[in-house]
């Protein structure tokens, strides 16, 4: 096959496979205010509240009394008037704004209001997917949040789209508060943990399961996680968790090195990145081969170990290029590394999108990074004598955007 034809290929191919997102933070319209969309939201994203504040040129607090609008204001002011949006977010937007042809050096953030809907139908929903080509979004579901409890608690129906998530941060990080909620909700459990009463976390997370039927469980964890140790997590995890991924056939998704709050007065955009050990990965992978874990790392400095480890387990799922390495440089670096120590045996992308409009930029830039990366990978493959055929080229595409994330999950 010619060099431009194989180019143009895997191109098409990156360009139209129907994506799977499996890790977002966006709810269908029946969860009524947790679903995120419009303009003010795009601009109050909190990697742009961060890009902002490094102007200096306000107080955070007077920053979070405002209203979200004036929230917007402000960043846009700050990041697109005043300087070139450059950054992967900033830029991002006008990405966005492009795809649904506002010129914001012309419109303004008006004109970006005007033509996104702050209160998305299941329409709007499907418009957004198509623009995006994402066929489904899984969810990120906190059974600790009030306000989301009561959604399921309801029965409150699914936009078939959207896929639920176990996300369980509350309580394996912060065992203390989680126990009053769980006391709360009828589970007898005590603020000073007891091994005895697990059965009683057992039957909680038993109903959570049954009620959202969750595609996996997933947890944050930050960069000092240790694994086996003398901690609640550890205990929880041994335990608990890990039990009830085995019996219901579940992944259990690790986001490991996200160092929550470095700065408090930033709010949700004042966590970081820290690198983390592997020995905790490597201990869990081997010790409980009847699990399957999900893994994606925050740090740039574990993503090479992380790949190795990976080589090393099967039940290990690499996925992702994580929140501030959801960059073009470092997911074309990851990709590359990726791909070249394991090949198309992972999970490219997700896109932790927060707010739905955000899916078109993130996914328009992942497709234009893993493109360029596959295209060069086709080409080497074909100069050493492989025939590259546009069927395989397409089943290995299909692979790191959807499949092998749904066969991980079935396996
Ligand atoms: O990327 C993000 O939006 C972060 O704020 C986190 O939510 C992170 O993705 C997470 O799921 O913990
Ligand atoms: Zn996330």
């Known amino acids: 096959m010619e060099e431009q034809s194989l180019s143009r290929i895997v191109e098409s191919k990156v360009a139209s496979v129907a994506i799977t997102d499996m890790h977002t933070h966006l709810f269908p319209p029946s969860f009524g205010s947790l679903q995120m969309s419009g303009a003010n939201h795009v601009l109050t ?18 920053f979070w009394k405002l209203s ?92 078939p789209h959207f896929v639920p998530a176990l996300r369980l941060d509350p309580l394996v990080n912060q065992w203390t508060q989680a126990a009053s909620t769980l006391s709360s909700l009828g589970y007898r459990v005590s603020p000073e943990f007891q091994d005895g009463r697990v059965v009683e976390v057992r039957r909680f997370l038993e109903d959570w399961v049954n009620r959202m039927a969750p595609v996996y469980l997933a947890i944050s964890l930050p960069d000092s996680f240790d694994f086996p140790d003398l901690s609640v997590r550890s205990r929880l995890l041994e335990a608990v968790i890990l039990p009830l991924c085995r019996q219901h056939k579940l992944p259990l998704a690790l986001m490991i090195g996200a160092k929550r709050q470095v700065n408090p007065s930033l709010g949700p955009a004042g966590d970081s990145t820290g690198k983390a050990a592997m020995t905790p990965l490597e201990n869990l992978c081997r010790d409980f ?24 387990f099967g039940n290990l799922m690499p996925f992702g290029c994580w929140w501030f390495l959801n960059t073009d ?10 791909v070249e120590l394991i090949g198309p045996t992972f999970i490219a992308q997700h896109s932790d999108a927060r707010v739905l409009e955000h899916l078109i930029y993130k996914w328009a830039r992942t497709r234009r990074v893993v493109a360029r990366v596959l295209v060069d990978k086709y080409q080497k493959l074909a100069k050493v004598g492989w025939t590259v055929d546009s069927a395989r080229i397409e089943a290995d595409v299909k692979a790191l955007f959807q499949q092998n994330f749904w066969d991980f999950a079935s396996r």
Do not use: C
């Open 329 to 338: 440089t470092l997911v074309e670096e990851i990709m590359r590394m990726r």
């Open 289 to 312: 081969p009847d699990n399957k874990f999900l893994v994606s790392l925050l740090s740039r400095e574990n993503q090479h170990e992380l790949i190795v480890t990976a080589r090393k």
């Open 45 to 62: 994203y909190h990697y742009l509240i961060a890009e902002a504040f490094r102007t200096g040129a306000t107080d955070p607090k007077a």
């Open 68 to 159: 979200t609008s004036a929230q917007a204001d402000w960043i846009y002011h700050r990041l697109f008037q005043e300087m070139s949006p450059l950054s992967e977010a900033a830029s991002g937007v006008v990405e966005i704004a492009r795809q649904f042809s506002v010129n914001l050096q012309v419109d303004g953030l008006l004109g970006l209001r005007g033509a996104l809907s702050e209160d998305a139908n299941d329409e709007y929903i499907d418009r957004i997917l198509k623009m995006a080509g994402v066929d489904n979004v899984v969810m990120t579901n906190d059974p600790f949040d009030p306000v989301e409890r009561g959604y399921w608690e309801n029965k409150t129906p699914l936009n």
